[in-house]
Each structure stands twice: as C-alpha cells, then as structure tokens.
C-alpha cells in the first residue's frame, strides 16, 4: 500500500484501475494503527493498486471522499464506490468483496453483442 500526499495521484488511479483500494487514516488514531498492519497483509493477496492518505496530511480527503472519521477503508471499481467501511473494519468482509471484484471479466458492450450477430 503506497502512503501519499498526492490525492490527485489517488484520484487519477480510481479513474484508470478496474480496482483501487484508499485507506484514510489521522495519525493519533489508535484503530488506524491497528488496522493499517491487518489491511497491507491483506492486500499482498492481490494484485491491486492501493493508496494510504493521511488526512491530517491531506486535509482534503475528508470533503473529497465525504468522509467523517477514521479509519476509512473505501473501495473503487471500474472508477465507482462499490464499498465503505470506517471506523469499525471488517477485513473478511474486505476480502471477500477483492476477491470477487478481481474474478470479474470483463462482459461485452451492447454493441459487441449486436456486432457479432451481424457477423454471423
């Protein structure tokens, strides 16, 4: 998981990645810094980007990403929220919901499938 003060690199990535996982964090947060270990083991499963933003260093992510305390662990697919977890994480639940993410293909547009009946 990549620490950065850059939250339009973070922002750029949820726009070009399938997948991209934020953790949000203060630096005084004792659940930040139990949870933080917990989600790197878990994440050195996939193959997915990752980004840690400290808001106290970036206070920005608090109004960017709607968010009111912390941790906060948000999940991005296909450049859409598709899952939240703040304060009270459930790393299961987070591994459940990449695991199904990444075994996502790809399903083809409207026009691929129209295209190929044409074709045939």
């Known amino acids: 998981m990549k620490k950065t003060t850059q939250l339009s690199e973070a922002l750029q990535r949820i726009d070009t990645e399938d997948t991209i996982v934020l953790f949000l964090s203060m630096p005084h947060c004792s ?3 139990a949870i933080e270990p917990r989600l790197q083991k878990l994440l050195s499963s996939f193959d ?24 906060v662990i948000l999940i991005f697919h296909k ?20 695991t199904q993410l990444t075994q996502i293909t790809d399903a083809p547009s409207y026009e691929e499938i129209f295209n190929r009946k044409k074709d045939q």
Do not use: M, N, Y
């Not at 980007?49 to 206070?59: G, M």
């Open 31 to 33: 659940v930040c810094h």
């Open 79 to 98: 450049g859409k929220e598709v899952a939240r977890q703040a304060r009270f994480i459930d790393l299961k639940k987070i591994e459940s919901l990449l």
């Open 48 to 71: 997915l980007p990752a980004f840690h933003l400290d808001a106290h260093e970036v206070p920005e992510v608090a109004s960017t990403f709607e968010v009111l305390t912390a941790p």
